[in-house]
C-alpha cells in the first residue's frame, strides 16, 4: 500500500519561510519523481514543482521560482520543499505527489499517488 504522508505546514508571518516534508512508503521511491502542488481554498489544485527520479532535475512555477526550493533524499524516502518569502497568496493545502516517470511536469494526471495534504496559512 502506498502513502504520502506530508507534515511540516503551519502558520507563518509574511516573509517567513516554511519547509514541508513527504515521506513515502510502499513504493520504490528512487523510481518516482515527487511534485508538489497547493490548492488555496475555492480554486483549483496547482503545479508548484517536481523533481526527477535522481534528483538532478527541478522544475518550478513561475510564481514560485527563486523563492520555493524541491528537493529529495532517496535513502530517507522524503521530499522536502523549503519556501521563503512566504507570501498571503501562498496560503493553501500542500500536496506531494509521485510519478512513475523519470522527470515529471505540471500535469496532475502524471501523478499516480497523492498525499493527504498540510496546510500552509502565510498571516499578513
Known amino acids: 500500500q502506498v502513502q504520502l504522508v506530508e507534515s511540516g505546514g503551519g502558520l507563518v508571518q509574511a516573509g517567513g519561510s516554511l519547509r514541508v516534508s513527504c515521506v513515502a512508503s510502499?513504493?520504490?521511491?528512487?523510481?518516482?519523481?515527487m511534485g508538489w502542488f497547493r490548492q488555496a481554498s475555492g480554486k483549483e489544485r496547482e503545479f508548484e514543482a517536481q523533481?526527477?527520479?535522481?534528483?538532478?532535475?527541478?522544475t518550478y512555477a513561475d510564481s514560485v521560482k527563486g523563492r520555493f526550493t524541491i528537493s529529495r533524499d532517496n535513502e530517507q524516502n522524503t521530499a522536502y520543499l523549503q519556501m521563503n518569502s512566504l507570501q498571503p497568496a501562498d496560503t493553501a493545502v500542500y500536496y506531494c505527489?509521485?510519478?512513475?516517470?523519470?522527470?515529471?511536469?505540471?500535469?496532475?494526471?502524471?501523478?499516480?499517488?497523492w498525499g493527504q495534504g498540510t496546510q500552509v496559512t502565510v498571516s499578513s
Open positions: 510502499g513504493l520504490t521511491f528512487s523510481g518516482y519523481a
Open positions: 505527489a509521485a510519478s512513475p516517470w523519470e522527470v515529471a511536469s505540471a500535469g496532475l494526471y502524471e501523478y499516480s499517488y
Open positions: 523533481i526527477s527520479w535522481k534528483g538532478d532535475v527541478t
